[in-house]
């Protein structure tokens, strides 16, 4: 897509100077408008990540505290019946007092009490939510799955199409593992370039199997990588071997296995358990069948359209 030169760059922050700038530059513009290409997962409606949200339930209720612990003039009290002496301050009696909330005060305030904007900040990640594919384009869900199944079911195996599966495999496991996958990327480099793996993902789970894989059974998995095998014959042990070799302490140890066909699903799944057990990583096979089944599901509505299937093919291996 061509950038167009010298179009304002609307207000931009510079951390650097702490103040907000602007200038000219090179920018995608479409129909006239200027528009910014970001990752979607990090787009989200930003009902939580308000100045006013933090203006009433962290910044007012900090210094609802202090006033009673300072005992300061806020404070009011009163007797109950047992004798017990209630006290208490009102955020209204905090905002007339010293917290008017303006952007100006929540800037000082910020300074110099940094901690707290960062427990506000954690818990607006915490409950803010991805977009969901649906809420980011006005294309019918069921018609980019059944186009994705017609794509792959017209792809001959072998190496004179193994660029354009690789492709396609890329577009269908972002579909059905968004948004705790994050970021594909075709062909990332390892070891100086010496070798590629066929596919690596970010990963953002907060909950489901992606985040059980390093929570609860403890397999690094920052990025989980793929590799893709348009064979007309099932996959065997160099193909294994060859994932196995992509993986790393940083990097990750665990990644999919995708193929066109499997026939000996069982035989398949025994060689990925012996490796497992020899600390080389977690391999889960997927053949196109597989993938079918989950863009089917993501058409009927589910979140985790993986979630049941890669579940019982790990617990198969981790248990043989």
């Not at 989950?294 to 198969?316: F, Q």
């Amino acid at each position: 897509m061509p950038l167009t030169p010298d179009v304002p760059s609307g207000d931009v922050w510079d951390a650097n100077r702490l103040a907000w700038t602007s200038f000219l530059g090179r920018r995608l513009v479409v129909s006239g408008r200027p528009i910014l290409l970001v990752p979607k997962g990090i787009v989200s409606f930003a009902k939580r990540y308000t100045a006013k949200r933090y203006h009433r339930h962290f910044v007012l209720t900090y210094l609802q505290h202090e006033h009673l612990r300072l005992d300061s003039v806020l404070v009011q009290s009163k007797e109950r019946k047992d004798g017990t002496i209630r006290r208490w301050v009102t955020k209204e009696s905090v905002v007339e007092y010293e917290s008017p909330g303006d952007k100006t005060y929540l800037a000082e305030f910020t300074e110099r009490h940094v901690q707290l904007f960062a427990d506000f900040k954690a818990s607006a990640a915490y409950q803010a939510q991805s977009l969901s594919n649906e809420q980011l384009t006005r294309e019918k869900l069921t018609s980019v799955v059944q186009h994705l199944i017609n794509s792959l079911q017209s792809i001959p195996p072998g190496s004179t199409d193994a660029t354009r599966y690789h492709r396609l495999v890329i577009g269908i496991l972002e579909l059905c593992f968004y948004p705790a996958l994050l970021q594909p990327r075709p062909e990332q480099p390892i070891h100086d370039g010496r070798k590629r793996i066929d596919i690596t993902f970010d990963n953002a789970a907060s909950r489901g199997f992606f985040h059980q894989l390093h929570d609860i059974h403890k397999v690094p998995s920052a990025y989980i990588m793929a590799e893709c095998k348009n064979y007309s014959r099932d996959v065997k042990n160099p193909a294994l071997d060859q994932l196995a070799g992509r993986f790393g302490v940083n990097r990750g140890q665990f990644g999919f296995l995708v193929s066109r066909t499997v026939d000996d699903m069982e035989t398949l799944l025994a060689r990925c358990a012996d490796a497992f057990k020899d600390r080389r990583g977690l391999m889960i096979p997927l053949a196109d069948t597989d993938l079918v089944l989950m863009l089917s599901k993501r058409a009927e509505g589910h979140s985790d359209p993986y979630h049941d299937l890669l579940t019982e093919r790990m617990r198969r291996i981790a248990l043989s």
